[in-house]
């Protein structure tokens, strides 16, 4: 059974940091694509940055622009896990974040992720 689990979340003061890890289970690691997506209360759900996670890869990433030399994503293969750090928070970064997992990637974006996590929540304070 393939399982995604998020955790790293909490509430930090704007312009603080929060580390958040997506830990995989049920499969390995190999052609995928792992990306972060946040819900706000009363918004849609947007993608905040994916990663190639396949062991051939160059861990190639993607980011939006609203989090472009903000936040960080990385991958620790050898423990099936994905890692979203996060700086400089700003309280618009509020939301429940999910890593997603999409078996059958078509480079890097955020459309037609096959697994979810359960979320996390960040809140960041003014």
């Known amino acids: 059974e393939v399982q995604l689990v998020e955790s790293g979340g909490g509430l930090v003061q704007a312009g603080g940091s929060l580390r958040l890890s997506c830990a995989a289970s049920?499969?390995?690691?190999?052609?995928?694509?792992i990306g972060w997506f946040r819900q706000a209360p009363g918004k849609e759900r947007e993608g905040v940055s994916c990663?190639?996670?396949?062991?051939?890869?160059?861990?190639?990433?993607y980011y939006a622009d609203s989090v472009k030399g903000r936040f960080t994503i990385s991958s620790d293969n050898a423990k099936n896990t994905v890692y979203l750090q996060m700086n400089s928070l700003k309280p618009e970064d509020t939301a429940v974040y999910y890593c997603?997992?999409?078996?059958?990637?078509?480079?890097?974006?955020?459309?037609?992720?096959?697994?979810w996590g359960q979320g996390t929540q960040v809140t960041v304070s003014s």
């Open positions: 990663i190639s996670v396949s062991d051939g890869s160059d861990g190639s990433s």
């Open positions: 997603a997992a999409d078996e059958n990637p078509n480079g890097l974006g955020f459309q037609a992720y096959d697994y």
């Open positions: 049920g499969f390995t690691f190999d052609d995928y694509v």
